[in-house]
């Protein structure tokens, strides 16, 4: 028989981190268009970078 509990409590952590990565990605946009940064690469201004942001995307999706 499935574990029904353990499947949802996963399914719920890995939401739960998606939804938290958003809404970082989401503050530094925010921040960048409130300074008025007009930088053409802006990740250097908000602490993250393409690699910051494709680590969090496999941690959020192993394989």
Known sequence: MSDYKSMYLTLFNRV???IETLQQAQRAAEELY?????TED????NGYS???????TENA???
Do not use: F, K, V
């Not at 802006?42 to 201004?45: C, G, R, W």
């Not at 393409?50 to 969090?56: A, C, N, P, S, W």
């Open 42 to 45: 802006a990740s250097e201004d």
């Open 34 to 38: 409130i300074s008025g940064s007009d």
């Open 16 to 18: 739960t981190d998606a």
């Open 61 to 63: 999706n192993p394989r």
């Open 50 to 56: 393409g690699e910051d942001i494709e680590r969090q």
